[in-house]
C-alpha cells in the first residue's frame, strides 16, 4: 500500500502512531510530501526523526520542501536506482529515501512524477532570527528543464510535489501580516504550466498546512490518503 500525507516538520509521532496502528509492513510506502524535518540542521540534530523512522517497516520516501536542505548538500548522502528513478540515502538510514526532482517512480504500479520545493514566505523573518533557510528551496532552471523533457518523453500516473499551481492556491491559509504583493510565486506560476499541459489521475501536494481537495489536486497535512483512495485519520 502506499500512503501519502503532508508536512511534518521534524515529527514523528503521527506516523510512528499510524504505522503501528495499521501494522504496516516492508511492502508499504509511506510518502511524505515535503518539509519533512530529516535534513533540517545537517547535523546530528537531525538523527532523532531518523532514528525513529528507521525502525519503521515501510520505506520513507521524501519530497523536498522548503524547510529543509537537499541531500546531495549534505556529505553523508548517497544516490541509488529505486523504482526506476534516482533516489538519495544514508546507508545508516536505507529505508529513508529522498527523491530527486523530474524522476518518475513506479510505485505499486503506479507512476509518480515528483517536484519538489517551494518558496518559503516567511524567509526574511527566518534570515531576521537565525533559522533555517536555503536559497535552493525552489526548482532551478536545471530543475525545471529536466521536469520538462520527462514530461515530453515519459507517462506517468500521478504527482507529487510540494506547493500547488497558482490556480489552487488555498488563500484561506494566507498568513496574516504577509504583504502578498512581496511573496514570489513563479514556482506555483511555472506548475500552472506544467498542470495545462499533462494528464494525470491525482496530484497530491503538501506547504499548505490544510486537508482539502479540488478537483485531482489532493492537499495533505494531518491525515493520510492511500492509492486506493481512501482517507485514514488517526
Same mark, same amino acid.
Given at each position: ?118 518558496? %518559503? ?6 534570515? %531576521? ?10 526548482? %532551478? ?94
Amino acid at each position: 500500500m502506499i500512503y501519502y500525507t503532508g508536512d511534518i516538520h521534524g515529527s514523528t509521532l503521527e506516523i510512528v502512531t499510524f504505522c503501528m496502528r495499521f501494522k504496516s509492513t516492508k511492502d508499504d510506502t509511506i510518502v511524505i510530501l515535503g518539509d519533512v524535518g530529516a535534513n533540517y540542521f545537517g547535523d546530528f540534530r537531525d538523527n532523532k526523526l531518523k532514528e525513529a523512522f528507521s525502525k519503521l517497516e515501510p520505506t520513507i520516501f521524501c519530497i523536498h520542501g522548503n524547510h529543509e536542505m537537499r541531500p546531495w548538500n549534505i556529505p553523508t548522502y548517497k544516490t541509488k536506482e529505486w523504482n526506476g528513478g534516482t533516489v538519495w540515502y544514508e546507508e545508516k538510514y536505507p529505508n529513508i529515501l529522498f527523491a530527486k526532482d523530474g524522476e518518475i517512480y513506479d510505485i505499486e504500479g503506479t507512476k509518480h512524477l515528483v517536484i519538489g520545493g517551494a518558496y %518559503s514566505v516567511d524567509k526574511f523573518y527566518r534570515l %531576521s532570527r537565525g533559522y533555517g533557510w536555503w536559497e535552493d528551496e525552489q526548482p %532551478s532552471e536545471e530543475i525545471k528543464w529536466y521536469v520538462e523533457q520527462q514530461i515530453k518523453e515519459k507517462e506517468f500516473d500521478v504527482i507529487l510535489s510540494h506547493t500547488c499551481p497558482l490556480k489552487y492556491e488555498p488563500i484561506e491559509t494566507f498568513l496574516p501580516g504577509i504583504d502578498q504583493s512581496t511573496v514570489d510565486t513563479s514556482t506555483e506560476e511555472w506548475l500552472d504550466k506544467i498542470e495545462e499541459s499533462v494528464d494525470y489521475k491525482a496530484w497530491y501536494c503538501g506547504h499548505w498546512h490544510i486537508n482539502k481537495r479540488i478537483d485531482k489536486i489532493h492537499f495533505l497535512f494531518h491525515g493520510f490518503e492511500t492509492n486506493q483512495d481512501l482517507e485514514i485519520y488517526c
